[in-house]
């Protein structure tokens, strides 16, 4: 199939460090290549890809200041649907901006919805465009808008050999997410102090975080057994979830997925995460990891973490979780929408 992906441009196509959703459109974009299929990705010129790349403004400074972004995905629209009708499907990760111009598209197009959609704000677009086909990437997500055209739920995946399977963990407990409040910085650094145990902390700090950071989780550094090793890449990620005896993911908010959690299974790394969003549906409790309700039952999960195998991780992350399980299931997509 001919096949349009349609990025984000706050990011590179992959982003080098902090960034979700144009990790898994990499993901997505390379793997449907990787299958044989005629793939145009629409993303920043700084994009690596084996796709086609279109970008917005060849000679657009990269990345773009956040003030100046709406000036730059007009002109990708305009190059999308200058386009359209060289495709069988247009794939969008947007969010919202490309609804006016895709409901009068002369060919199928799908939505990915990547983020919270918890926002009361979004209600008039959640009616006004609720004919628009959408997937969800886990089946919490779709709570605060049922009204939308959900055409199923796609699980986000990663490369089979992204990561590798590390069956002789150390001994510390690991973070891995932004630093910010939502995320459950505090709760995972009391979990780990309550349960006698080491934290090695990692992720992106926004400038919106940077007072967080200053005043909440900096003070807290000054203790021997919690450590912050700054944002890292794969080969880092590796390392550090690899040899945690298991990821912490107090979420606060009710995520949409959680990639740190994959990227843990991927190492044999078990996960402990409160029972919020998509936790449920990524960690099969008491066979992946534990979900539980707070932080008393977090801790009493670490001591339980000896019951559990690595190797039975991994296996799940293979089953469920790979791109190429994802690929094919946005193939079974747009082969519908596309009447193939």
Same mark, same amino acid.
């Given at each position: 199939?001919?096949?349009?992906?349609?990025?984000?441009?706050?990011?590179?196509?992959?982003?080098?460090?902090?960034? %979700?959703?144009?990790?898994?459109?990499?993901?997505?974009?390379?793997?449907?290549?990787?299958?044989?299929?005629?793939?145009?990705?629409?993303?920043?010129?700084?994009?690596?890809? /084996? /796709?086609?790349?279109?970008?917005?403004?060849?000679?657009?400074?990269?990345?773009?200041?956040?003030?100046?972004?709406?000036?730059?995905?007009?002109?990708?629209?305009?190059?999308?649907?200058?386009?359209?009708?060289?495709?069988?499907?247009?794939?969008?990760?947007?969010?919202?901006?490309?609804?006016?111009?895709?409901?009068?598209?002369?060919?199928?197009?799908?939505?990915?919805?990547?983020?919270?959609?918890?926002?009361?704000?979004?209600?008039?677009?959640?009616?006004?465009?609720?004919?628009?086909?959408?997937?969800?990437?886990?089946?919490?997500?779709?709570?605060?808008?049922?009204?939308?055209?959900?055409?199923?739920?796609?699980?986000?995946?990663?490369?089979?050999?992204?990561?590798?399977?590390?069956?002789?963990?150390?001994?510390?407990?690991?973070?891995?997410?932004?630093?910010?409040?939502?995320?459950?910085?505090?709760?995972?650094?009391?979990?780990?102090?309550?349960? *006698?145990?080491?934290?090695?902390?990692? %992720?992106?700090?926004?400038?919106?975080?940077?007072?967080?950071?200053?005043?909440?989780?900096?003070?807290?550094?000054?203790?021997?057994?919690?450590?912050?090793?700054?944002?890292?890449?794969?080969?880092?990620?590796?390392?550090?979830? %690899? %040899?945690?005896?298991?990821?912490?993911?107090?979420?606060?908010?009710?995520?949409?997925?959680?990639?740190?959690?994959?990227?843990?299974?991927?190492?044999?790394?078990?996960?402990?995460?409160?029972?919020?969003?998509?936790?449920?549906?990524?960690?099969?409790?008491?066979?992946? *990891?534990?979900?539980?309700?707070?932080?008393?039952? /977090?801790?009493?999960?670490?001591?339980?973490?000896?019951?559990?195998?690595?190797?039975?991780?991994?296996?799940?992350?293979?089953?469920?979780?790979?791109?190429?399980?994802?690929?094919?299931?946005?193939?079974?997509?747009?082969?519908?929408?596309?009447?193939?």
């Amino acid at each position: 199939m001919k096949i349009a992906q349609v990025a984000p441009l706050a990011l590179r196509v992959p982003p080098q460090g902090y960034g %979700g959703t144009e990790r898994v459109v990499s993901y997505l974009t390379e793997e449907l290549v990787r299958q044989g299929h005629d793939v145009t990705l629409f993303a920043g010129p700084d994009a690596v890809t /084996a /796709a086609r790349l279109v970008a917005p403004h060849a000679g657009a400074p990269w990345p773009v200041k956040p003030a100046n972004r709406w000036a730059y995905e007009v002109l990708q629209l305009e190059r999308v649907f200058e386009q359209a009708e060289a495709f069988d499907v247009l794939h969008f990760h947007l969010g919202f901006t490309h609804l006016p111009v895709a409901r009068r598209a002369p060919v199928p197009h799908l939505t990915t919805l990547h983020w919270l959609l918890n926002y009361p704000e979004l209600k008039p677009l959640y009616e006004e465009y609720r004919e628009a086909p959408m997937v969800s990437v886990s089946e919490a997500q779709r709570g605060p808008a049922p009204m939308l055209n959900w055409l199923g739920t796609v699980y986000h995946g990663l490369p089979k050999d992204r990561y590798a399977l590390c069956d002789e963990p150390g001994d510390y407990l690991a973070y891995l997410g932004r630093l910010a409040p939502a995320k459950g910085v505090e709760e995972a650094i009391e979990i780990a102090r309550r349960a *006698g145990m080491p934290l090695k902390m990692a %992720g992106a700090m926004l400038d919106v975080d940077g007072s967080y950071f200053d005043e909440v989780v900096a003070p807290r550094l000054t203790d021997s057994d919690v450590e912050y090793v700054g944002e890292i890449d794969d080969r880092g990620k590796q390392a550090l979830l %690899g %040899g945690a005896r298991a990821l912490l993911f107090p979420t606060r908010v009710r995520e949409s997925f959680g990639l740190a959690m994959i990227e843990a299974m991927a190492c044999g790394t078990p996960v402990i995460g409160f029972r919020r969003g998509a936790v449920p549906e990524v960690v099969q409790d008491g066979v992946t *990891g534990f979900v539980v309700e707070d932080v008393a039952a /977090a801790v009493e999960a670490v001591r339980r973490l000896g019951g559990l195998r690595r190797t039975v991780c991994r296996q799940v992350f293979e089953d469920r979780f790979t791109a190429r399980r994802m690929a094919e299931e946005y193939m079974a997509l747009y082969r519908r929408l596309a009447g193939k």
